[in-house]
């Protein structure tokens, strides 16, 4: 069955994100088989598209753009759920179905109308899974680690993302995968002066990076980088609400994205990959967790605070400031020996 949605579910995304616009795409077409036009009129929603439900109060909630969400709390377009690491979050649109995100997982949904009348889930997926359940007259446009999926509608399917890449498992319905524009040839590599291996010490925070050349050595700026570590044991990759195991930015000027690494709390060895998002592009580091020294233990932090301490006494009492008096401290001559 040939589809062409990867250039159009890429760009749904980016409306989903930065502001809905107008746009055609292609759907199945459950009767032929053959692609059927959809005629989106993506405009922005003044109101709610859904709702969190069975959501807690709370700690353990789920989250909404960074911020503790309230019960049963309507969500609008673009919005940013977070799942706790505890619980699975189930979010119901209005129109288009359920969406579960699965235990820690972030998405992005928004609702868009065909010209039939008939409603389009759109979704993004920045970490963890999500679980749809389409209603018999919507289906969906799925975004994650780079892949793009186009659901029939009335399908049960899961998105999920592993180790940086996207899996898909499909319940029931038509759920196919789009393909990939032609791929333009990156070269990644650490910056200059930076090495392969990165040697950190348990609980540190520093930042790593990878630069990106095309086939001519030239920088390539604005490009997505997917950093994603291979165990969980290593740490944790970028700040705020989308800090986990994986993590996206874009190159600057020179090329360069830089991410940062906040080392976990032991002894750990594993890789570090940075993806050009979207390609099976990419550079591995080999990355080391060291314990830190364990010399300033609380024993020796005591007998270092005691010499410390003896020292500050021994020149109190050679100043005078022990010998009771205000007169100053008079030289003593050395002894005389007589033959």
Known sequence: MKTTLSATARLLIVALVLGLV???????DNTTGEDKPVHLRVTA??????????NITGPGAAMIDGRVASGQQSIWGGELIQSPKEATVRVSFDSTGDAALANGSLARFAVVPEDDGKQVLVASILRGGVNFKLRPEAGAYVEAAGSAFAASAGARFIVSVVD???????????????????????????????????????????QVQIQVTDENDRPVADLPILFSLADPCLGTLGLGVAAGTTFT?????????????????AKC?????????????????????????????????????????????????ASGAFSGSNDPVQAVPPPRVNP
Do not use: C, H
């Not at 930015?249 to 709390?265: L, M, Q, W």
């Not at 060291?290 to 009492?317: D, E, K, V």
């Open 22 to 28: 107008p746009w055609q795409a292609d759907a199945l």
């Open 45 to 54: 929603r003044f109101s709610p598209i859904g709702a969190i439900v069975g």
């Open 164 to 206: 940086g890449n996207a899996a898909l498992k499909i319940v029931s319905g038509a759920v196919e995968t789009q393909p990939q524009a032609a791929q333009q040839r990156y070269i990644l590599r650490p910056p200059a002066g930076q090495g392969g291996s990165i040697s950190v010490a348990a609980r540190s925070t520093r």
């Open 249 to 265: 930015e874009k190159t600057d000027n020179r090329g360069i994205a830089t991410v940062p690494f906040i080392v976990g709390a």
């Open 269 to 317: 060895a594993g890789t570090l990959v940075a993806k050009v998002q979207g390609t099976d592009i990419s550079y591995t580091y080999r990355v080391q967790v060291n314990t830190p020294s364990t010399f300033w233990s609380p024993r020796n932090i005591s007998i270092m605070g005691a010499i410390a301490a003896g020292a500050t006494i021994g020149g109190l009492a």
